[in-house]
T-cell receptor
Framework: DSGVTQTPKHLITATGQRVTLRCSPR?????VYWYQQSLDQGLQFLIQ???????AKGNILERFSAQQFPDLHSELNLSSLELGDSALYFC???????????FGPGTRLTVT | GEDVEQSLFLSVREGDSSVINCTYT??????LYWYKQEPGAGLQLLTY?????DMKQDQRLTVLLNKKDKHLSLRIADTQTGDSAIYFC???????????FGKGTSLLVTP
């Protein structure tokens, strides 16, 4: 158990809908990262927050957004969902910027 | 984009050593990581190596780093069936924050 929690574990929704994925980092970790894992693209970095502020952006679509709250948990919002958004979404946390990242169990999103 | 390269599949017999290879892209990467993903699970951090090291040993795991060739390897001694999983090599990306992953090597350990 990495200490990073993610909810829900599974999510099934229809195209065009909007969903919110939630992540709680390990106790003491200030950085939260979101990654998408799909069969064709592999593991892709989406976005990072550090202590409530956006720190870095990767291959995140404009339909996706995220935030980190004062209690350091983070939410990833996915809107206008398309079939191609079906993937595993992982959250990871670390103490600071360049340090070991610990991953949550992931949320499996299926868009039908 | 820049790709971290790994072979996709490796099969070994139980008790043998496994060697998983990786070629990374950024010569300025400060840390290089190995993660393990079991079916239906998240990524487990196995080990990492700092870029000024050539080798790191941690119980059954040995990491070798060749900076000149940008080559990283993970050796698992006395491989067990429980080691069957996908192994990902990762480097710190150019932004200095996010991990840049390879596509993963699927290790199958047969009795």
């Amino acid at each position: 158990d990495s200490g990073v929690t993610q909810t829900p574990k599974h999510l099934i929704t229809a195209t065009g809908q909007r969903v919110t994925l939630r992540c709680s980092p390990r106790s003491g970790d200030l950085s939260v990262y979101w990654y998408q894992q799909s069969l064709d693209q592999g593991l892709q970095f989406l976005i990072q927050y550090y202590n409530g502020e956006e720190r870095a952006k990767g291959n995140i679509l404009e339909r996706f957004s995220a935030q980190q709250f004062p209690d350091l948990h983070s939410e990833l919002n996915l809107s206008s969902l398309e079939l191609g958004d079906s993937a595993l979404y992982f959250c990871a946390s670390s103490v600071g910027g360049v340090s070991e990242q610990y991953f949550g169990p992931g949320t499996r999103l299926t868009v039908t | 984009g820049e790709d971290v390269e790994q072979s996709l599949f490796l099969s070994v017999r139980e008790g043998d050593s496994s060697v998983i290879n990786c070629t990374y892209t950024d010569s300025s990467s400060t840390y290089l990581y190995w993660y393990k993903q079991e079916p239906g699970a998240g990524l487990q951090l196995l080990t990492y190596i700092f870029s000024n090291m050539d080798m790191k040993q941690d119980q059954r795991l040995t990491v070798l780093l060749n900076k000149k060739d940008k080559h990283l390897s993970l050796r698992i001694a006395d491989t067990q069936t429980g080691d069957s999983a996908i192994y990902f090599c990762a480097e710190i990306s150019n932004s200095g924050y996010a991990l840049n992953f390879g596509k993963g090597t699927s290790l199958l350990v047969t009795p």
